[in-house]
């Protein structure tokens, strides 16, 4: 079977994409919001691994307040609202591809020869660079779950006051330990600066 569109790695920047929700609505990438977001990519909703895969991430939204999850299928956009309101489904966002198949060709899912998706989860962090990538190889397999909530789990930023780090190797340790991951930031305290001396002089003689 063919598989089209890229194999994306952790690192690479989340491709844009058109699709539509089960209302309908338009669905990018920008549409999804600029937090941590789970893509949870699935053959079809009406398969056994698809149904639980879909229902282990709505039993997890509760767990994770500050992480969007979507599920992505080439079902119809009334397949997935039917599914969801047989199962109580409220929390994880439905996508429809089925209307070109841009997710998949962005996202290397789509199987050419079915036109479904192949299974996958991706990890997009609030900077849109992918935090965790898994391509489930046999369809009937269940993806990592630990292991894309935990990369979900991961996703705080850092923000430290001057000094960084004593020495110029341990801050490039911590640096490259935060590339593509994690925004790191310092803050430089200007309460020694001799303007900020002289404004204190004045206020203390009134």
């Given at each position: 079977m063919t598989v089209l569109g890229p194999e994306l790695k952790v690192g690479d920047k989340?491709?844009?994409?058109e699709a539509i929700d089960n209302g309908?609505?338009?669905?990018?990438l920008a549409t999804t919001g600029n937090g941590v977001r789970i893509f949870s990519v699935v053959p079809s909703l009406d398969t056994p691994v698809c149904d639980a895969q879909t229902k282990r991430f709505e039993e997890e939204t509760g767990k994770l307040p500050n992480v969007s999850i979507y599920t992505f299928s080439m079902d119809l956009p009334f397949a997935q609202k039917r599914w969801c309101g047989a199962f109580g489904v409220d929390h994880v966002k439905m996508v429809s591809d089925?209307?070109?198949?841009s997710f998949g060709q962005a996202y290397g899912t789509l199987i050419k020869d079915l036109r479904i998706h192949s299974?996958?989860?991706f990890v997009v962090g609030s900077d849109n660079v992918?935090?965790?990538?898994?391509?489930v190889k046999e369809v009937g397999d269940h993806p990592n779950y630990d292991a894309a909530l935990a990369a979900a789990r991961a996703g705080k930023h850092i923000l430290a006051e001057k000094?960084?780090?004593?020495?110029p190797a341990r801050c490039e340790k911590i640096i490259k330990a935060?590339?593509?991951?994690?925004?790191?930031g310092a803050i430089f305290p200007f309460r020694f600066k001799d303007s900020m001396r002289a404004i204190r002089a004045e206020k203390s003689v009134g």
């Open positions: 989340a491709p844009d994409f309908l609505k338009a669905v990018t089925h209307r070109t198949g299974r996958a989860i992918l935090r965790y990538v898994e391509y000094p960084l780090e004593v020495t935060c590339h593509r991951r994690v925004i790191l």
